[in-house]
Nanobody, 125 residues
Framework: VQLVESGGGMVQPGGSLRLSCLGS????????MGWFRQAPGEERMFVAG????????YYSEFVRGRFTISRDNAQNRVYLQMDSLKPEDTAVYYC???????????????????WGQGTQVTVSS
């Protein structure tokens, strides 16, 4: 299983970024996917999750209404559209995958089975 994130960078407050994650080495359409983030000195925290068929999206209270998770199973990709970014959104963002054999029908997991290497998002003026 491999998860490769892209799309991070630096943006001013109020701006937007779109993260992308390409999955390989597994049957992408059977896995619930998600995004976590980790700011300096803090623990990793859940950001958003999406069901294997896209029918179900879940968000942390800190990003609900500003971020949108989506997926394209034909392209083996999951996306995170981030709008109205704030300085407190600054973190390394990780793509995650839940193995349906280990966590059947679990979309939001505190312990995803697979993680990407992360991409840095910095929100600063």
């Amino acid at each position: 299983v491999q998860l490769v994130e892209s799309g991070g960078g630096m943006v001013q407050p109020g701006g937007s970024l779109r993260l992308s994650c390409l999955g390989s080495g597994f049957t992408f359409s059977k896995y619930a996917m998600g995004w976590f983030r980790q700011a300096p000195g803090e623990e990793r925290m859940f950001v958003a999750g999406i069901a294997w068929d896209g029918d179900g999206e879940y968000y942390s209270e800190f990003v609900r209404g500003r971020f949108t998770i989506s997926r394209d199973n034909a392209q083996n990709r999951v996306y995170l559209q981030m709008d109205s970014l704030k300085p407190e959104d600054t973190a390394v963002y990780y793509c995650t995958a839940n193995d349906p054999e280990k966590q059947p029908r679990v979309v939001v997991s505190a312990a995803p089975d697979y993680w990407g290497q992360g991409t840095q998002v910095t929100v600063s003026s």
